[in-house]
């Protein structure tokens, strides 16, 4: 019994010493990450030597009030002026302190107010640098949040972070490639079409690993943006082609209705595989607790875990869209334009994608319910007769 007892704690004292070794060796890596993000951060905050443009950091600045004017709403607010005193950081003129002026209004809607210690960029003119300021540097506060970003996925999610930040990386590789193919002339559409099959490839394989599950999502995200693809051109083939006066940069676009179909391709994406994925390991769990699931008891639990995620899904979709029609809502909105006619006569490609996409969650439910079944259960079928 002594050296039954013995065995066990030493068995005890081995694990935890492997939990402290794991647990050290990751505080250590976490440590060098942060040590490397601020390095990265201070060295974005001195890296004016590496523009070809003039840079200046404020070094002094004086703030006056100058008069009242009209917001873009007509609302009256005070305007102020600012002297600012700045000392240039790179090029044949670096250490020169310079004269610049800068003007805004209270709302700051058309301009905004600089600070002592930011570092801006000069307006220049035929190699002559100007008394306006054409904005802020901002390298570093990026350099900040991804730094940021990074860290709390690693401190977090351990592996997995590792995998989400390597999925982001790829994804991001691919979209560069795929507008530098359409530069160069290939179709918008065959390129959407890749990338799709791309990123559902990629992210779900490495974020899931190679399971069925995973091979089940990724055929429901594939069929389900192709069935909203066929349902948004049986649409068009009954009622007609959509008006596509509203989109952005209409006049720099040929075919904006190619350009349309490439966004529906894609801005959905993200939200129909979080729903493939999240159905399929669900059922995925049912299977591995209950190998004895009936088809009906298999399809119900289905339905039910659809249940729980459509609403929320639904809206974070909204929230996506919407938050990226707020400067369009308001730029039309302070000039008088009526909340209803914004999204009747400015956004309505927009509604028309939300709507599209909000089908697609909705269908990823009963088509991540039948691809689960081909894939984890075959032998449901076999069993059709008895329900």
Known sequence: MMKICIAGLQTQRCRWKNKFVKYKWKTVLLCVLSVLCISAFFAAKHDAAWYSEP????????TRQIGSGQSTRGIP???????????L???????????LKNRYGYTQMKSEKYHKGDQVFPVTSDGEIQHEIRGRKRDDQIVFLIGAAVLFLLFFMGKQGVLTILTIVINSVVFAIGFQCFMHGKDIIGICNKMVVVFAVVTLLLLNGFHKKTWAAIASTLCVVGLIIVVFESVVHIT???????????GSIETPDTVFRAEILLSGLGAIMDVAIVMTSGLDELIRKNPSLSLREFLHSGREI????????????????GSSLIPTFLVRMNNGVSMFTVIEQHISCEVYRFLIESIGIVLAIPVSVFCSVLFLRVQFFRRLRKC
Do not use: C, H, P, W
């Open 306 to 321: 659809g249940y729980d995620i459509m609403g929320t899904m639904l809206n974070v979709l909204l929230f996506v869209f």
């Open 240 to 250: 007609g082609e959509i008006d596509y006066s509203t989109v952005e940069y209409l």
């Open 77 to 87: 607010e005070e305007i102020y002026e600012q002297s600012i005193q700045a000392r």
């Open 55 to 62: 840079v200046a950091e404020i070094t002094q600045i004086q």
């Open 89 to 99: 950081l790179n090029g044949e003129d670096a250490g020169k302190v310079i004269e």
